[in-house]
């Protein structure tokens, strides 16, 4: 029975962070859909506004705030609610929810928190309550124990069995961490552990166990599920996020899966969940021992995983539980018939891959481990586990075109990477075996299962029979079609079987695909019905396989689908920003009567939650595959615009093969794409732009040089290590790079474009139709040019650019949609430095600032684009970022915490994992709610500045006044120290890291935590200065000290905080900017 | 590599043919095709006595991952089984697992068939084979290898129990309890369930006159086909109403429990045969997870007024349990032994055997 509440807070995750990304995207919203279903008057806190949750038609009020004890205590007291969601935000939300339950501040305003209580929150998130909670019940944990010296060390070891793991206590990033096989070992370790800490912790060792997972459900009757239960193919050792992992569980028995399901829920109901959880349990691999690794009190990435390979929607189910529905008491969303009091029957496999995206730092490590890294994933879907794992390998979009057929692994010793795993771990099992290693060694190596690598040399040794064929007439249908049943691509056939050369591809795999369709060679379309086919489905949640005779559905090609492609796995650069733009679209071609067709893979995502559109093809976007649902939908037309990069790299090839592609013609968007093209089009136009040259050699590239002067960047096109973009100021640097970073040939030709320094950034986000512009958004950074846009600090409406600046910015983009004949979305950055405007970018698609600029603007661009492509009329909105009273300001968050010795630095290579935007009253408001959003904190006491080149010393130097003025310590490295000193501001001064001997010191104050804010502003490459820079950046990020590398944003963020204290804050919802 | 394997066809009697792959034993066999949508526990569905007569179809794809478990016995029985031998007439799947992976495997699944002498196939469509069987209901089929051609074969007309029951009466265990297990197809489960309980069993044959042997309670287990050629076991069960010993049927059982108790059965469109049916106890909030094995189904309108129902199915409201209003009688359509499948429910044999014990009291006393 439901509960009588009227009005509740709930709480989103923030920032899409690494280890909480778009899955709480999801949980939201469909928590959210879960109580407006229910007539609750619902009020979100996300500053997240790319999300879909933070859109108008979901929660009745948004607001922009930080998730933090602060920001919601206000938001409380201003709306009273009677009820409070934590869990479906991520750890971001339990965490403030813990902190708001222990401050009194829930009772004091006699909120309730619905769902799971506060104290199972806390009994799941203290390690020891945990363990001794578990204990009670006679369920096993990890045996550890804490000793303070060797000889205890050793006695716990004994006690235990051999091998053991020693962890040094209070320290961070695993230091002084490790395996022991014997007490020899563990003498050595324990002697180094000590140096780090006075105490350390010796614990049995689970490495090479399986690991599996339960996403359980209880009601407040007590009735309990699992709906899901999920097998890792990397053993225990490897984070659950940085494994493949595999639905239903594969290698488990009857009886090994229902003990661990029996334990599940015996947990969940002593623990006292109401809602869902996640048991996380290593499983001996040649016994039914275990041990219970982990349990997550919320909504999680497994249980989104969960929700879409079951198509069981846990967390609309769980936000109906918190409003005391029982289980029995609800429908299951498939049938419309069926209880949601069942356990979802799967009659396919699922595969998750991560997506890692670790060649965007400098510095960090790629071997993966305990500690999250993987920044994305997918899910593939498939009636074979080799079908499914060749799709996802393909989807996880990092040039693999599979398990087999990829280029072969650089620099990659095979057996060391099954040992040591690194991202690319799953191919050197392909290389392994390949060179003939048996798979009995290679599960020695890697302790995988034998059962994932006999499927996986299925494909191996397929590989090497279509190998024999060197033509398609010759190849037997049954081998074809068995390669197609283990997941090959016709671009696998192609090069396997044709030999096709590189730059021959596209001709190849089309060649393939004739031939099979001239051999009725097709894939069929199943559905997902979280039944097995017993009950009829009432969705339309699909996918396609070649293990399979008949479709599952009926195809009316009445020329009525529109077919949206998504964004794919979210990676640094393509997240959450995307899947808002499908969804919209989406719903706008749903509004119009058409029916809406979404292909996208990425389980973290709203537009692959089937109740979005009328047809949801859960699987890859190649070519091949966008080509057979076209030949089954035949579509209207396919909106490549919306999903970012990998629709829009479509847009050409489908083209060719005569789909109609909505909006720009797909010449005209070659036309913007091709550097060249658009660089003659510029000029044509008579629009500036940097000076810039495609160049292949050595010597051509010192010439370019020499006309255009330092500094430039640089772009090659083979990257062979490090950041494949870079801007020098020298002509060391340069062949620094050049010599380190890149090839240069002709056929690996280097972008050279001359590098505008002090120039400010514009972007201008609009929607043209039949080249004429009818609704646009300019918005300015607040950094100079040479921070990518998506690692940049945007502020919209402008506040600091000229009129004259917009109006030469609309100028040029009405001449360039004109030439373009652009109908839809577009975006361009333009610098603007002194009277000097000039294009650097333009994408005729939308882009990562339409959710934010529509949102600020409180126009949604994506609607107006759409219709412009369904072909229907536009009006011009009649609102401009001139009247806009308020101010928005789009701040980028970074993982580095996560990514261990990653050089916290910003440059022209994006490296920011997700985004804020807030509102604010003025800018300084906006600043503020933004910085505070991303994790900074308005410094209390002490701050150090080193900041790197004369013009940001100069740039800091009234910053500094102010803060100084404000009564705030200041600490300076040497330079700055005697930069300010001469300018009469009193700093301390603290000595460099590779001076250790000299006190006071940089790193003891980091260490000690006496610093509130860090600003280090990188001054040159040179080896030195990058040591010192790098240390302290480093540290500040290893020892939780918020750190800024920018001096423009640091002035930004001084300003503000000086200017204004919290409680000047706005709390504000959206609704209430007018 | 399936390239070059043999060829079987699955014949269906409305003339529906799926071409697949041969695994484990060469021959041709009919039986009624029904469909099981567990995703684990083949070894344990395979040797279910309630198979009998029947081709069963997975309709999870991946079949085989982790073997079968070796001949280990326990309690006098095999440890892993459910029974003495595969009892299936034919076993249908997506994508056999030629290869296998486990600690307590000792032969692959396709040997296994072998050495019982039942034919799999696979690389058959097995969902759309699923939803024919869900839109038109029990249907009967054969597995045709080598032109090989075999008659349909019903095995609703025949009494299985008597093919797959115990033949002579056998005791288990030496515990304070004594439970008369009436074998129409007992799993091996039901009598680990109770041995575990501090019980003696009795297993004694489908149609043995129990009434006359010394016991404490009566478990009615399990069993193929159509209960209403079970009449002996039901005449039985009528003797053992009029008493006051407890008295527990699982699946056949509830069935017979109910016929003996004035009900009927009919055939379901499909049968419940699965690890996720979800049953509701009537007059509470309380839900479990069960798993579920049969074709027929117990009407329960026409029950003597002492009875009345005791579990629902969530799914499709048929009935799933009933008791007697006053009497320590009652039964489950579904199965609290399990294996394979959840184990939610196994606590009904705590309550089996406190109802025997407050019966023994109450006749001490």
Known sequence: MKKHVNKVVILGSGALKIGEAGEFDYSGSQAIKALKEEGVYTILINPNIATVQTSEKLADKIYFLPVTPYFVEQVLIKEKPEGLLLSFGGQTALNCGVKLFEQGILEKYNVEVLGTPVQSIIDTEDREIFAGKLAEIDVKTPRSKAVTTVNDALKAAEKMGYPIIVRAAYTLGGMGSGFCSNPEELKLRADNAFSYSNQILVEESLKGWKEVEYEVVRDAYNNCITVCNMENFDPLGIHTGESIVVAPSQTLSNSEYHKLRELAIKIIRHIGIVGECNVQYALDPYSEDYRVIEVNARLSRSSALASKATGYPLAFVAAKLGLGYGLHELKNSVTKVTSAFFEPALDYVVCKIPRWDLNKFTGVSRQIGSSMKSVGEIMAIGRTFEEAIQKGLRMVGQGMHGFVGNQPLKNKDVRTELTEPTDQRVFAIAEALEQGMSVDEIHDLSKIDRWFLEKLKNITDLKEKLGEYSSLEELPDELLIEAKKLGYSDFQISRIVLKTHDHQMEEGLLQVREHRKKRAILPVVKQIDTLAGEFPAQINYLYLTYNGTHHDVEFEKDGRSVVVLGSGAYRIGSSVEFDWCSVNAVETVNEQGFRSVMINYNPETVSTDYDVCSRLFFDELTLERVLDIADLESPKGVVISMGGQIPNNLAMRLHRQNIPILGTSPEDIDRAENRQKFSSLLDDLKIDQPRWSELTSIEDIYTFVDEVGFPVLVRPSYVLSGAAMNVVSNREELQHFLELAANVSKQYPVVVSEFIEQAKEIEIDAVAKNGEVVAYAISEHIEFAGVHSGDATIVFPPQKIYIETIRRVKQISRKIAAALNISGPFNMQLLAKDNDIKVIECNLRASRSFPFVSKVLKVNLIDIATRVMLGLPVEKPNKSLFELDYVGIKAPQFSFARLLQADPVLGVDMASTGEVGCIGTNYYDAVLQSMLSVGYRVPEKNILISSGPLRDKIELLSSARLLSEKGYNLFATSGTHRFFEENGVKTTLLHWPDEPEKQPNTMDFIRDKKLDLVINIPKNLTKGELKNGYQIRRSSIDFNIPLITNARLASAFINSFCRMSMDDISIKSWDEYK | ?365
């Not at chain 2, 029947?54 to 095999?78: A, D, H, R």
């Not at chain 2, 009875?307 to 359509?333: A, C, M, Y």
Request: with cysteine; proline share 5%; net charge negative.
């Open chain 2, 1 to 365: 590599m399936i390239s070059g394997l043999k060829e079987v066809k699955l014949v269906l009697d409305d003339g529906t043919v799926f071409k697949g792959k041969s695994f484990g034993f060469p021959k041709s066999v009919s039986g009624e095709v029904v469909f099981n949508t567990a995703m684990t526990g083949y070894p344990e569905s395979l040797t279910d006595p309630s198979y009998k007569g029947q081709i069963l179809v997975s309709t999870y794809p991946l079949v085989g991952n982790y073997g079968v478990p070796s001949k280990e016995e326990e309690f006098g029985i095999p440890k892993f089984y459910e029974s003495d031998r595969i009892h299936i007439s034919g076993l249908v799947v997506s994508d056999y697992s030629f290869e296998f992976s486990h600690w307590n495997a000792g032969h692959s699944l396709s040997d296994w068939l072998i050495q019982n002498e039942v034919p799999g196939i696979f690389d058959i469509d097995t969902r759309e084979l699923t939803k024919i069987l869900r839109e038109k209901g029990p249907m009967l089929g054969k597995i045709i290898i080598d032109d090989e051609d075999v008659p349909f074969y019903n095995p609703d007309n025949d009494n299985l129990a008597a093919q797959v029951c115990a033949t002579e009466k056998l005791i288990y265990g030496n515990g304070k309890h004594r439970i008369v297990l009436v074998d129409t197809g007992a799993k091996y489960n039901i009598l680990r369930c109770l041995l575990k309980r501090d019980t003696t069993v009795i297993r004694v044959p489908w149609n043995y006159d129990f009434t006359q042997e010394d016991y404490d309670g009566i478990m009615l287990s399990n069993g193929p086909g159509n209960p209403e050629v079970y009449k002996e076991t039901v005449a039985n069960i009528q003797k053992a109403l009029k008493g006051d010993k407890p008295i527990f049927g699982i699946c056949l059982g509830n069935q017979l429990m109910g016929i003996a108790a004035g009900g009927s059965t009919r055939k379901l469109k499909y049968g419940h045969r699965a690890h996720n049916h979800p049953v509701k106890k009537v007059g509470t909030d309380t839900c479990y997870i069960t798993s579920q094995n049969h074709g027929f189904v117990l009407d329960t309108k026409s029950l003597e007024k002492d009875w009345e129902p005791l579990f629902v199915n969530l799914n499709d409201d048929t009935n799933e349990g009933i008791r007697h209003k006053t009497k320590p009688f009652f039964s489950t359509q579904f199965h609290p032994e399990a294996s394979s499948g959840p184990t939610d429910t196994e606590f009904l044999f705590d309550e089996f055997i406190g109802l025997i014990e407050k019966y023994k009291e109450a006749v001490v006393g």
